[in-house]
Each structure stands twice: as structure tokens, then as C-alpha cells.
């Protein structure tokens, strides 16, 4: 197997489902889950995941690119790595899921679910990310990068997005996330059903949820925006230098959760409205019945604007800059 990507579009098994080249080992798991084992020891282990989304193509190209690298056995391997595309359904039709949004189901939340392919597959992902992890001795280096587009345009085109973490983030990951040309970090404060909160809560990895830009169809993706974050993967996986960024990410932690509760709910922002654009204290920001959401600090960014989530899940983020922190670095 070369094209990793294909081989899932193709919904076929691979004959081998095993194989290796000079540089490593490869073992298919099940479709869109494949493992890349170096020949050399090592104790860095690092899951790395796109498509969950199956309309969000551009980081799935990215990550295919440096796929078929190593499996032409033309870079060395440094890390054992596992490789997800999250949603092969999805991805065939280019639709963001099937019947559910995956990534709110994450740490047995699927259970709630009515069986649906994003349920059962959610169940695989937690099972496939248990079994690699397990198998590693003494790993150091925990890490689960989670490729993702935004829906919409943002002030920040590239940010990442930290899940609840009640340990102190290792500096050679901050290191790698300002790397990968992210221009803003956003600190989850709360639990959430998302991939990279189930890595970072159950196996103590460094994860991130990557937003790389605005989602677009196979094929018409502009990749040279991505540049910084592709070579930030390459360094991480071939054991080149990292790219060199002078810009340190700003920093956003999130203040409160808009959620849609009921069909009654009004998002009083448009189509239109970018990620993080900032909004006045005591703008009315939705309403659900009785309910209202309004900006409680002096200045809020919204984050994930979406009115048309099911009821129950998350129809935006409201964030507020981390000052103290961004004064420290210096930006
Ligand atoms: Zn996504």
C-alpha cells in the first residue's frame, strides 16, 4: 500500500494488510486506522488523526502527502505512529458526518447515541487508540494531534484548540504547536465529547485540535497556507528541524458555552460571522426560550458560531484572551 488515503476512499481491505520497507513497519487495523512502526527503538508514540470531519479535506491531503512518503520508504520514521482518517463514510460523500457530529461522542458519550455509523465508529477509534498506546514500553512522548478546517473564516485562520487539562502542558509540545504556524491557542475549561479530550483525560496524552483554515471540496484546497503546520508534522515525524516561527500564538481560554437546548433557539449572529470576533459586555448573543446569552466579560470571541446543531450540543464558544499569559511571553 502507497496511498493511504485511497486505499480508504476504495472502502476495500489491502492485500497485504502488512508490509515494510526499509525505514519501518505497516500494519493496517481496520479501515482508515493504520500503524507506522520504526525499525529503531523508541518512546515516542504519537496518534495522529484528520477527517473525523469527512468535509474537512485539506489536512487529510496534508497528512496523506506525508503518508505516502513513508510508505514509499523514502523518510526515515522517528516516532511509532498511528494513523487515523476518523469518518471513511463521511469522507466519501464530503459531508461533515453521516448521521452524527463524531466528535461530540468521544469517552462513551456514543452510548447516548441511537446506533448510527458515527457511534459505532467512535467506539473503534476509542478501542484502536487504547490498543496502540498500550503496546508502547515506557512511552515519553504521548502526543494526539487532531486535523481539523473550520466552517467558517476566522480572524485567526490557524489555531488550536487545548482540551481541559489539569496538568501543566509540556513545553516541547507548546514548542511544536507555535511550530506549526498556529497564530492562536484556545484552553478548554470544561470536559467535551471530542477526540482530543478523550486522548488528553484517558491517556494522559498532549493533545491538540488543529483548525487549519475553512473547509473546501477535495482538490480546491489552497495548501501552501498550511506550509508551516505540513513541515511542523514532517519534523515531528522524519526527525527534521522545526520550522522556525517568531510569532508566539496568542492565548484564549473559554468563558462559556452557548447551547442549543430547544427548537426554539435564535443565534443572533449571521453567516457571515468570523471565529473570534470580539463582542462588547452585555451583547445578547442567543436565546431559548427563557433563557439568554449575553457577553459577561468586557470583550468575548465567539468561537464555533453553529445554530444548526441538534439540541443539546454546542452552538458556539465564547472566549476571552488570556492577557496575563500574553503579557509574560511578550506579544
Ligand atoms: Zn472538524
Redesign the pocket.
Known amino acids: 500500500m502507497q496511498d493511504f488515503l485511497q486505499q480508504t476512499l476504495s472502502g476495500e481491505t489491502p492485500q497485504p494488510q502488512s508490509g515494510e520497507n526499509p525505514q519501518l513497519r505497516w500494519q493496517w487495523w481496520d479501515e482508515g486506522i493504520l500503524e507506522l512502526t520504526p525499525h529503531q527503538p523508541t518512546r515516542q508514540a504519537i496518534v495522529i488523526s484528520a477527517g473525523?470531519?469527512g468535509n474537512?479535506t485539506a489536512p487529510v491531503e496534508i497528512l496523506n502527502q506525508l503518508m505516502t512518503q513513508l510508505l514509499k520508504g523514502e523518510k526515515a520514521l522517528v516516532p511509532r505512529i498511528l494513523v487515523i482518517l476518523g469518518n471513511p463514510a463521511a469522507l466519501r460523500a464530503d459531508k461533515r458526518y453521516i448521521r452524527c457530529d463524531i466528535?461530540r461522542m468521544f469517552g462513551g458519550r456514543w452510548q447516548q447515541y441511537e446506533d448510527c455509523p458515527e457511534a459505532r465508529r467512535a467506539w473503534r477509534l476509542e478501542q484502536a487508540m487504547e490498543t496502540f498506546w498500550q503496546a508502547g514500553d515506557h512511552v515519553e512522548v504521548c502526543w494526539h494531534i487532531d486535523l481539523?478546517?473550520a466552517i467558517r473564516g476566522s480572524y485567526h485562520p490557524r489555531f488550536g484548540v487545548l482540551p481541559l487539562n489539569q496538568r501543566e502542558w509540556p513545553e516541547n509540545f507548546m514548542q511544536w504547536l507555535s511550530a506549526a504556524g498556529l497564530e492562536a491557542l484556545v484552553f478548554h475549561r470544561a470536559p467535551a465529547g471530542t477526540f482530543t479530550h478523550y486522548s488528553c483525560e484517558h491517556f494522559n496524552a498532549a493533545s491538540c485540535t488543529l483548525e487549519l483554515g475553512k473547509a473546501q471540496p477535495f482538490g480546491e484546497n489552497d495548501l501552501s497556507q498550511f506550509a508551516a503546520a505540513k513541515q511542523a508534522l514532517a519534523s515531528l515525524l522524519f526527525g527534521e528541524p522545526l520550522p522556525q516561527n517568531e510569532e508566539t500564538p496568542r492565548r484564549y481560554r473559554v468563558s462559556q458555552q452557548i447551547t442549543r437546548s430547544s427548537d426554539a433557539f435564535i443565534l443572533h449572529m449571521n453567516a457571515e460571522t468570523l471565529n473570534f470576533t470580539a463582542f462588547p459586555q452585555g451583547t445578547l448573543l442567543a436565546e431559548d426560550g427563557e433563557k439568554r446569552y449575553y457577553v459577561q466579560q468586557a470583550r468575548e470571541y465567539v468561537l464555533f458560531p453553529n445554530p444548526h446543531v441538534a439540541p443539546g450540543l454546542r452552538a458556539g464558544l465564547m472566549l476571552v484572551e488570556d492577557n496575563a499569559h500574553n503579557k509574560t511571553t511578550g506579544s
Request: aromatic residues 0%; proline residues 0%.
Open positions: 473525523l470531519h474537512e466528535n481539523h478546517t
